[in-house]
């Protein structure tokens, strides 16, 4: 039987917890009706008190505390809402309890922005993670040796585990059922709690805002350059203008900034706005790519799946607030 311990505190998210249990005990189901012993045993595990109140109209009640927890196979950080920093500033015990129970042999796994816990501990250290898409940037910045990498939605390495965003975390409970009970039970899970066991990139999710949280106020006008003029036919040239520094080291300063570099970030301000057009307007495709700075539609097609995970027709077939009153009217998209 594999013990797994899910750590509670006060800011988790309760469907964060609420999900593991469920998928957890619901395996354990589908072993005792073949006639078989449970898979699991798990238990919810906290710093110091057994009785959580969280922040929302939620409580767990906590049996064992973590200084209680002598040995355990697997533990499950979960997703929390709050800002990051402060979140692990308060819970250091949980931070120095993960990486001690991991050095002694311990598994550990992370939903959400969860993988945070993990990167402070330093168990992500040239590892690739994954987190939050929203979240992604920050832990970048904050960890920069670790290998983030937004699109995925599960990532396993050497006993270490990370997820996507929110309930997109819910997969990677799947996939440690699967590892450790075997496909048939995973795909019984998935069809009885009807979650989709395909690990589908997170991209599409993410929303763009612009990474403007530093303090080189020079990179920064230059971004809100980027993000003004980006349906124009605009450079390198034209936007290092914005700063007084030459055109390599603004490259350099403008990548130590915002994690991209200048074309990096301009293609990114584009497909944003070419998916805020397919989710709103009923522009034919070729409108769409020219209102987003494109001149050439096999070159806008490569870089919108690039960044979405889908091409453009399929995004607006998932996200589109008027397709189907469109294609029931008969026009075309592309």
């Known amino acids: 039987m594999i013990k797994v311990s899910l750590l509670i505190h ?7 917890v609420a999900g593991v249990i469920d998928l957890f005990t619901g395996a354990n189901w589908y072993f005792e009706q073949a006639g078989k012993p449970p898979a699991f045993k798990l238990e919810l595990v906290s710093e110091k008190v057994k009785n959580i109140q969280l922040d929302v109209p939620a409580q767990f009640i906590c049996y064992v505390t973590m200084e209680e927890v002598t040995q355990t196979d697997l533990i499950i950080v979960p997703g929390f809402r709050g800002e990051n920093r402060s979140i692990l500033k308060k819970n250091k015990a949980i931070t120095s309890w993960i990486k001690k129970m991991h050095q002694s042999g311990t598994e550990v796994a992370s939903l959400c922005v969860g993988s945070f816990f993990l990167a402070e501990a330093g168990l992500l250290d040239d590892k690739i993670a994954t987190s939050h898409w ?10 920069p040796f670790v290998k983030v990498k937004s699109d995925m939605v599960i990532t396993d390495q050497g006993g270490i585990y990370t997820s996507g965003g929110a309930f997109s975390s819910i997969k990677l409970v799947l996939y440690l059922i699967e590892k450790f009970c075997g496909r048939a039970a995973a795909l019984w ?4 709690f009807s979650v989709d066991i395909d690990q589908i990139s997170q991209a599409h999710f993410a929303v763009f805002t612009g990474q403007h949280q530093h303090k080189d106020n020079e990179i920064l006008k230059s971004q809100l350059y980027i993000e003004q003029h980006y349906s124009a036919d605009i450079g390198i040239g034209e936007v290092s203008a914005q700063c007084n520094t030459g055109k390599r080291n603004f490259v350099r300063r403008f990548k130590a900034a915002t994690n991209n570099t200048p074309i990096e970030y301009l293609q990114r301000v584009r497909v944003e706005a070419a998916k805020k057009a397919l989710e709103d307007k009923d522009w034919p495709l070729d409108e769409v790519m020219g209102a987003a700075g494109y001149k050439d539609m096999k070159t806008f097609r490569m870089i919108f799946k690039r960044i979405t995970g889908l091409s453009p027709r399929d995004y607006r077939k998932k996200y589109s607030r008027v397709v189907n009153s469109i294609e029931e009217s008969g026009k075309c998209f592309d």
């Open 10 to 16: 006060e800011n988790v998210y309760s469907s964060s």
């Open 134 to 143: 929203a979240a992604a940037d920050e832990m970048q910045q904050l960890y």
């Open 189 to 192: 899970i998935s069809k009885r």
